[in-house]
């Protein structure tokens, strides 16, 4: 399946819906997104992952890239990960570096 | 699939350099077509051009991603060169830089620390699952693993199937480098993903955050491609002169024992090693190498030591490396065996082989032995005091990946290779072993009992000896290996530590525990400088005394196999910090001996910490040792060791 990265942006959140298969070819999109988020400066970065099937290396290196380019202020939240993606994250110990959760709650985190 | 010809004029002198745009650079594989004389006999050159080179400097290699998947053999490129991104997060970590006295130092080999079935972690056998097993070394005591070869190499190199039970005989330590910039992929669990750098650095961040040092093994001695028939894999067909010892017919010396010897004093070989470990330590945090076979790095391009071996000398004194643990295994498969006098440079530490025999010989009773004894216990000054060196320079061990366990120490007289295929005709026969009454394993409660106990008797005595002391993996819970003392080609059972023996040889690990927490809570057991056998902070008491069946008068005979020594704790840390007052009673002799103790100062009061040859308890945690009935004197259970505190 394609990938496809779509971003929104509130008061302090950027929130990145990702779907489809984040591989060489298309982190580079995933990665534009991401530079397009820090410009705005959030507090918290959304990643919302329930339709990504799957996470090359390539995909992993943009979410560091993207801890890197926010800050270590700016919290990023891995949104109902596909297990595998998960798994990925949990060998490589990405998953220190982001707040992985099932739930979401948009208000909540407005408020933190 | 494309190949790129070198324009001439992208050549200075013998160096070719290109950039090529617009790669794929998270998926691409590259390696080297070189051309040239293929006459070993004029030049002593092996150019292939139908080989495809390795980048002996690539970062990540392909080709082995996953343990054990059979490769394609049809391939003329085996190993891939990778291209790796420093964009590892490693937060505030750093090497920890624990003193060397201080260190505990724990031997294990990745893939064997928790692939058996019964280790529970989700990934068996890799870098993400020892992670996993991050609180069980909390809770033994160590403050430093030192990893087997991590170093990429092919656990098919010279694999053959056993001629007994068929099963295929590994390269399965890894102590055959391919590539010496790039971490063991099949030890990932990511290494299909070619992740494997990611999760090497998350192990070691997190190891480091629990206070444990990483020290690899490292094998410079030798590589992958063998002698005359083996591989063409990378530097072989790159400049075979340059990098290899050759005979004057162009053949490889063989001062490694499989097959060629790294030519590691041609400055090009030696900026490649000082390249190699500068990048581990600043890209891997790693704390520090041992190095295998280590003599070979001191002989010079025609195999004779030197006296000053540059590449020896350059690492002791490499600003990158100044922090980093530097340990020899100080003898080759040529001959030369240096323990004691291996080029030091003042930085250089050595796994003290004359500690580990003198231990084996005195624990199982040998006569004549309580003077070298009484040198193992102090640091070996007999070997490094005259030098200047320190008593960290002696790494302490009983056992370690080559040879016996511990519990096969005490269950074998001999050596049971017949597993590894060769007629049981590698591995040691020098092993100072001794089965204590029965060859392997037996029903009779007494022999278990004094393997138990003898077992006990060796960590006790490792763990009061100054110096850096190293427990083998599976050591501190009885592990075996049926008697096998070479198990370099077995990716089974008698390699991977069963992890049920921690219920069933708890008592053992109890006792391991303690007795590192013991030597964690005693400075005076981790000194920085020799003892001077004089008082020189006016307690009244020598930092060292010997004494023996009577206090203050040591039985330094052939026929005495009983020691006992006493640390005055006002001189810990060469009278830098105060510490407990320390009594060791060892008793190698088969009868029970009755010991008179030291008087300690007024107010003191010897109590008991351990006590091998007591039942039902036989050690305390620190802190908690019960105070001793009789102050003036003690029953030594025959085989047996006493540790006493006084405070």
């Known amino acids: 399946m394609a990938f496809n990265a779509t971003l929104e942006t509130t008061k302090d959140t950027a929130k990145i819906t990702l779907s489809g298969e984040l591989d060489a070819s298309s982190a580079p999109i995933f990665k534009t997104e991401v530079e397009k988020a820090a410009a705005n400066h959030p507090k918290h970065l959304v990643l919302m992952m329930q339709d990504l099937e799957y996470m090359a290396s390539a995909g992993l290196r943009v979410l560091i890239f993207a801890k890197q380019k926010m800050g270590a202020d700016v919290d990023i939240y891995v949104v109902r990960a596909q297990e595998t993606i998960l798994d990925t994250l949990q060998k490589t110990g990405f998953d220190q570096g982001v707040i992985v959760v099932d739930e979401y709650d948009e208000a909540q985190l407005e408020k933190v | 699939m494309v190949e790129i010809p070198f324009p001439d004029e992208f050549q200075v002198g013998n160096v070719f350099s290109m950039i090529v745009f617009d790669l794929d650079y998270e998926n691409i594989e590259y390696g080297y077509r070189m051309d040239g004389p293929v006459?070993?006999?004029?030049?002593?050159?092996?150019?292939d051009s139908s080989k495809i080179l390795m980048d002996p400097y690539a970062k990540v290699i392909g080709g082995r991603d996953i343990w054990r998947e059979t490769p394609d053999w049809n391939n003329i490129y085996q190993h891939r060169s990778r291209l790796v991104f420093d964009d590892f997060d490693w937060e505030n970590d750093r090497p920890l830089e624990i003193p060397s006295e201080d260190q505990v130092i724990?031997?294990?080999?990745?893939?064997?620390?928790?692939?058996?079935?019964?280790?529970?972690?989700?990934?068996?056998?890799?870098?993400?699952?020892?992670?996993?097993?991050?609180?069980?070394?909390?809770?033994?005591?160590?403050?430093?693993i030192e990893l087997l070869p991590i170093y990429e190499f092919d656990e098919f190199e010279n694999s053959r199937p056993n001629p007994q039970t068929g099963e295929m005989l590994?390269?399965?330590?890894?102590?055959?480098?391919v590539g010496f910039f790039a971490p063991k992929a099949g030890y990932a669990a990511t290494g299909k993903f070619g992740m494997q750098v990611d999760e090497l650095k998350t192990l070691i961040k997190e190891l480091h955050r629990n206070g444990i040092a990483v020290i690899l093994d490292v094998v410079f001695n030798h590589t992958a491609e063998g002698n005359e028939k083996g591989p063409t894999i990378s530097f072989r067909g790159i400049d075979n002169q340059t990098y290899y010892m050759l005979t004057p017919e162009g053949y490889y010396f063989n001062f490694s024992g499989t097959g060629n010897t790294l030519n590691c004093n041609n400055p090009i070989v030696r900026n490649m090693v000082l390249d190699c470990l500068r990048y581990w330590a600043s890209e891997y945090h790693i704390d520090g190498f041992r190095?295998?076979?280590?003599?070979?790095?001191?002989?010079?391009?025609?195999?004779?030591?030197?006296?000053?071996?540059?590449?020896?000398?350059?690492l002791a004194f490499d600003p990158i490396l100044a922090k980093c643990n530097l340990i020899a295994e100080a003898w080759d498969a040529g001959g030369l065996y240096q323990v004691g006098s291996f080029p030091a440079f003042g930085r250089w530490a050595e796994w003290n082989g004359k500690y580990r025999d003198g231990i084996r010989k005195?624990?199982?009773?040998?006569?004549?032995?309580?003077?070298?004894?009484?040198?193992?216990?102090?640091?070996?000054?007999?070997?490094?005091?005259?030098?200047?060196?320190?008593?960290?320079?002696?790494?302490?061990?009983?056992?370690?990946?080559?040879?016996?366990?511990?519990?096969?120490?005490?269950?074998?007289n001999d050596k049971h290779n017949e597993a590894n295929g060769e007629n049981n005709n590698d591995g040691g026969n020098d092993n100072d072993s001794w089965n204590c009454g029965a060859e392997g394993w037996t029903d009779d409660p007494g022999i278990n009992a004094l393997r138990k106990r003898q077992i006990k008797n060796a960590v006790a005595m490792l763990m009061v000896s100054q110096g850096v002391p190293m427990v083998l993996m599976g050591d501190e819970v009885g592990r075996s290996q049926q008697g096998n003392n070479n198990t370099y080609c077995h990716d089974n059972e008698l390699n991977w530590l069963d992890w049920t023996l921690l219920q069933s040889n708890n008592d053992l690990f109890q006792f391991f525990k303690h007795c590192i927490a013991f030597r964690n809570a005693h400075p005076v057991l981790r000194n920085q400088n020799h003892f001077r056998n004089v008082d020189y902070v006016g307690s009244g008491y020598a930092d060292i005394t010997w004494h023996g069946t009577q206090a203050w008068n040591a039985d330094w005979s052939d026929s005495s196999r009983t020691l006992a020594?006493?640390?005055c704790g006002k001189h810990a840390k060469s009278g830098t910090v105060v510490d407990n007052y320390i009594y060791v009673?060892?008793?190698?002799?088969?009868?029970?001996?009755?010991?008179?103790?030291?008087?300690?100062?007024?107010?003191?009061?010897?109590?008991?910490f351990a006590n091998t040859g007591a039942t039902p308890a036989d050690i305390w945690a620190p802190g908690t040792e019960p105070q001793l009935e009789n102050q003036s004197g003690l029953l030594v259970g025959d085989r047996s060791v006493v540790i006493l505190v006084g405070k």
């Open chain 2, 39 to 47: 006459n070993h006999d004029k030049g002593h050159h092996r150019f």
């Open chain 2, 106 to 144: 724990y031997e294990m080999h990745v893939r064997s620390f928790t692939r058996h079935p019964s280790s529970s972690v989700k990934h068996p056998g890799t870098y993400a699952a020892i992670r996993e097993k991050i609180p069980y070394l909390k809770e033994l005591g160590v403050n430093c």
């Open chain 2, 170 to 177: 590994l390269n399965y330590w890894g102590y055959s480098t």
């Open chain 2, 291 to 314: 190095f295998d076979l280590a003599s070979i790095l001191g002989r010079d391009p025609w195999g004779a030591p030197m006296a000053n071996p540059p590449l020896l000398e350059s």
């Open chain 2, 362 to 412: 005195f624990l199982k009773g040998e006569p004549g032995r309580v003077g070298d004894m009484a040198q193992r216990l102090q640091g070996s000054p007999d070997l490094y005091a005259w030098a200047g060196r320190a008593p960290a320079t002696s790494i302490n061990f009983i056992t370690c990946h080559d040879g016996f366990t511990l519990t096969d120490l005490v269950s074998f």
């Open chain 2, 565 to 567: 020594f006493m640390l």
């Open chain 2, 585 to 608: 009673a060892i008793n190698m002799h088969w009868d029970a001996h009755w010991f008179e103790i030291p008087g300690l100062p007024p107010g003191m009061q010897w109590h008991v």
